[in-house]
């Protein structure tokens, strides 16, 4: 399985901006996924394919990376972006998250 | 608009069988795959089974082979999924998802999810 690895907890201040990494276990192209995760809601889709944004998704998101290591870009970031984000790779099956990386404000 | 709407979860033993549905609608339901993904309880997210638009071809994950079956009603609009031989650690929230982008399978949209609690 293609294990995706993610830190845990990023702490950013309101109008900085802020890096999230992903990195996988094997090369899966540009086949992955970021998702956004409020408490108490589902997932929500803002990068497909590493860099593609997903419509109606603020242009303040932004992903990049190819191979094994990706990153999630916020800038700036702003008070409702707290939430959890998850990376997602479909290059093989079974389709594996990451962890998660719990976006706290300073 | 999309809409997917998850039903059929609650309280069951160990051992014992449970059929989730999702109704979909605002959008044409046999043209796409559909998915299956879980949540456990504080836990992060867990792709469970995935099947074709046309139903032909499904997938899951080692854990759930053999124990849950997806399948799909294109006539219904609606996507289930059979859970037999529940164990413990099949509790979740399951979410059922779409994978509009052509190349490739991401989950664009997701229903509200519905739990799942397997305890004795």
């Known amino acids: 399985d293609t294990v995706l690895t993610q830190s845990p907890a990023l702490a950013v201040s309101l109008g900085q901006r802020v890096t999230i990494s992903c990195r996988a276990s094997k090369s899966v192209s540009t086949y992955m996924h970021w998702y956004q995760q409020k408490s108490g809601q589902q997932p929500k889709l803002l990068i497909y394919?590493?860099?593609n944004l997903e419509s109606g998704v603020p242009s303040r998101f932004s992903g990049s990376g190819s191979g094994t290591d990706f990153t999630l870009t916020i800038d700036p970031v702003e008070a409702d972006d707290i939430a959890n984000y998850y990376c997602q790779q479909s290059n093989e099956l079974p389709l594996t998250f990451g962890s998660g990386t719990k976006l706290e404000i300073k | 608009e999309v809409q997917l709407v998850e039903s059929g979860g609650g309280l069951v033993q160990p051992g014992r069988s449970l059929k989730l549905s999702c109704a979909a609608s605002?959008?044409?339901?046999?043209?796409?795959?559909m998915h299956w993904i879980r949540q456990a309880p504080t836990k992060g997210l867990e792709w469970v089974a995935s099947i074709s638009p046309s139903g032909g071809s499904t997938y899951y994950r080692d854990s759930v082979k053999g124990r849950f079956t997806i399948s799909r009603d294109n006539a219904k609009s609606t996507l289930y999924l059979q859970m037999d031989s529940l164990r413990s650690e099949d509790t979740a929230t399951y979410y059922c998802?779409?994978?509009?982008?052509?190349?490739?399978?991401?989950?664009?949209?997701w229903g509200q999810g519905v739990m799942v609690t397997v305890s004795s």
């Open positions: 998802a779409t994978d509009f982008v052509i190349t490739t399978v991401a989950f664009d949209y």
């Open positions: 394919s590493a860099s």
């Open positions: 605002g959008f044409t339901f046999s043209n796409y795959g």
